[in-house]
């Protein structure tokens, strides 16, 4: 199946995006989904996970600012990002657990589907 994110650009310090992911050609259950980000010269980072009964966990760095989300129906995953700063600048990747059925959050290797990522841009 195939992830595809949307939704990044270059915004303000203090400005607002909404990623999303929309899944295709997935006929089963995806447990887990979430959001990983990586900066230039940085190692990818998980930001936020969701699970099957849309609960949320997120990574201090967007805690109180970033708000993960799905929409079932429309195969989408979300990614509210508020009270942005240039520290959140880097591509921004949607990914999936597929055939997981643990814990979503630490976001490690069970991420296994990854889309071809979005990138942000914040300036001060």
């Known amino acids: 199946f195939q992830l595809a994110e949307s939704g990044g650009g270059s915004v303000q310090d203090g400005g607002s995006l909404r990623l999303s992911c929309e899944v295709a050609?997935?006929?089963?259950?995806?447990?887990?989904m979430g959001w990983f980000r990586q900066a230039p010269g940085e190692e990818r980072e998980g930001v936020a996970a969701?699970?099957?009964?849309?609960?949320?966990s997120y990574a201090d760095s967007g805690r109180g600012r970033f708000t993960i989300s799905k929409d079932s129906a429309k195969n989408t995953l979300y990614l509210q990002m508020n009270s942005l700063e240039p520290e959140d600048t880097a591509v921004y990747y949607c990914?999936?657990?597929?055939?997981?059925?643990?814990?979503?959050?630490?976001?490690?290797?069970?991420?296994?589907?990854w889309g071809q990522g979005t990138q942000v841009t914040v300036s001060s």
């Open positions: 050609g997935y006929t089963g259950v995806t447990y887990c």
């Open positions: 969701i699970d099957s009964d849309g609960v949320g």
């Open positions: 990914a999936a657990a597929d055939g997981w059925s643990g814990s979503c959050w630490p976001m490690t290797s069970e991420y296994n589907s």
